[in-house]
């Protein structure tokens, strides 16, 4: 049983950073892949990164790329978002998940089993 730990959400003005973390509980077939997803209220849970920890392969929704970094530290079995100009559109409750290392490009919410309890990002504009 994998467990997942965010933090690092927040409060910040359009155009500003943040970074959340995800520390997992293990490195195993069951959290290969690591990925970070957010859902809006009213809105579906979309997939924003992943990473494919053996590989360090990433995976990045067309909406952050060049604006969002996903990266480890193996070390720690944590996983990074670091968040650069945000927008408000970025607003959401952010989710740290957990998937076999084969379902990664998918950024698809079914295909991790894992879930962390979520950190909230507020964007202001």
């Known amino acids: 049983q994998v467990q997942l730990v965010e933090s690092g959400g927040g409060s910040v003005q359009a155009g500003g950073s943040l970074r959340l973390s995800c520390a997992a509980s293990e490195y195993s077939h069951s959290s290969a892949c690591m990925g970070w997803f957010r859902q809006a209220p009213g809105k579906d849970r979309e997939g924003v990164a992943a990473?494919?920890?053996?590989?360090?392969?990433?995976y990045y929704a067309d909406s952050v790329k060049g604006r969002f970094t996903i990266s480890q530290d193996n070390t720690k079995n944590t996983v990074f978002l670091q968040m650069n100009s945000l927008k408000p559109e970025d607003a959401a409750m952010y989710y740290c998940?957990?998937?076999?290392?084969?379902?990664?490009?998918?950024?698809?919410?079914?295909?991790?089993?894992?879930w962390g309890q979520g950190t909230q990002v507020a964007v202001s504009s």
């Open positions: 990473i494919w920890r053996g590989y360090g392969t990433t």
């Open positions: 998940a957990a998937a076999s290392g084969g379902t990664c490009a998918t950024l698809r919410a079914a295909f991790f089993g894992y």
